[in-house]
């Protein structure tokens, strides 16, 4: 497969609310200190993709975090987009629930809960607006073009598997859905023809700092 672009994505920093096991939804919540560190880890794993676009939630924990990374890439705009929000968890939001509470959350018929189909719609809506239109309207190169994504962890794994789903993209060899963690990368090659290979998912090999393993944001509501 002759690669267009390559696509990297990546989760925002630690903020107080994730080590808390507070549900953040699209509550603005800003980076903590090992966010701050985290952030500054991931930027230097990718200091030396040349990045043709960076897009970014436009929520502070998001786009501080791509701000980071593009402090080695000071040429390069950043676009922020509500699009990329994480999930909209209605009533949930700024409430702390533990892991082992999750399976009793129930929404009532009056929930403001985004719903995980319009979740999944929103998120493969972005992929197609700004990521295949994007492709199809490039000049051929000889290297492929790289974008920079910075996101939430509940909208990175709604929008993989909901690639895989549609088969507008496959796991590459050995590669298989891990946790996404704070500032975590997942790489998605795509052709000229749309169709990508996951080629990384949730890597956090770059981490040297302690990172929450779970995401209060990924309860099955």
């Known amino acids: 497969m002759t690669v267009a672009a390559r696509i990297y994505i990546v989760r925002h920093g ?3 609310a994730n080590r808390m096991g507070i549900i953040q939804g699209q509550m603005d919540t800003a980076l903590n200190e090992n966010g701050r560190k985290q952030a500054t880890l ?3 794993a ?7 676009r960076a897009y970014a939630s ?15 890439h000071p ?3 950043l676009t922020r987009q509500e699009m990329l929000r994480e999930r909209d968890m209605g009533e949930l939001q700024g409430k702390v629930v533990l892991p082992t509470e999750w399976a009793n959350i129930t929404p ?6 985004e719903t995980g ?4 719609a929103r998120a493969i809506g972005w992929w197609n607006r700004w990521v295949l239109q994007y492709i199809r309207s490039l000049e051929k190169r000889d290297d492929p073009y790289n974008v920079l994504v910075v996101t939430h962890g509940g909208f990175i794994n709604t929008l993989v598997r909901g690639l895989v789903d549609s088969r507008k993209a496959r796991y590459g060899k050995g590669v ?4 996404c963690v704070n500032c975590s990368i997942t790489v998605i090659e795509v052709a000229a023809s749309n169709k990508g290979i996951i080629v990384q998912c949730n890597d956090a090999s770059h981490m040297a700092v302690s990172v929450v393993k779970a995401n209060a944001d990924e309860i099955n509501v």
């Open 75 to 77: 040429e390069l705009p």
């Open 176 to 179: 298989t859905m891990k946790k």
């Open 42 to 44: 991931v930027a230097e």
């Open 14 to 16: 630690e903020t107080d």
């Open 108 to 113: 009532t018929g009056t929930s403001t809960i």
């Open 46 to 52: 990718l200091k030396s993709i040349p990045f043709d």
């Open 117 to 120: 189909t319009n979740f999944n």
């Open 58 to 72: 436009d929520l502070s924990r998001a786009a501080d975090t791509a701000g980071a990374i593009l402090l080695h």
